[in-house]
Nanobody, 130 residues
Framework: EVQLAESGGGLVQAGGSLKLSCAAS????????IGWFRQAPGKEREGVIC????????YYADSVKGRFTVSSDNVKNIIYLHMDSLKPEDTAVYYC???????????????????????WGQGTQVTVSS
């Protein structure tokens, strides 16, 4: 059974940094596309960074390029989202997600669509104050 669990959210001032973790079980991370998504109040859920290790491709939302990066510990099956130079507009609930064929094709095509991902964590709140 595939399970994802995010942690590491919290309150941080603008310009600060935060690292989120996603513990994955029930699958091998490098065989799936893994995505970080976020949803701000009143807005649609959007892709932040999505990676397909097998295809060697990473998708970045324009708004986070140069500020956010993703890494993974494939032995422990933990995926990390490193967030630097945080802005108030980064405030959202952050989710990790996993998908197979559709998600991998999306990453290769340069898209990050919620409907392409099959498994989701519970979300963790990130709040950035000015």
């Amino acid at each position: 059974e595939v399970q994802l669990a995010e942690s590491g959210g919290g309150l941080v001032q603008a310009g600060g940094s935060l690292k989120l973790s996603c513990a994955a079980s029930g699958f091998t991370v490098d065989e799936y596309a893994i995505g970080w998504f976020r949803q701000a109040p009143g807005k649609e859920r959007e892709g932040v960074i999505c990676i397909s290790v097998k295809d060697g491709v990473t998708y970045y939302a324009d708004s986070v390029k140069g500020r956010f990066t993703v890494s993974s510990d494939n032995v422990k099956n933990i995926i990390y989202l490193h967030m630097d130079s945080l802005k108030p507009e980064d405030t959202a609930v952050y989710y990790c997600a996993a998908g197979t064929i559709e998600a991998r094709l999306g990453v290769v095509a340069g898209t990050a669509l919620t409907e392409d991902y099959d498994y989701w964590g519970q979300g963790t709140q990130v709040t950035v104050s000015s």
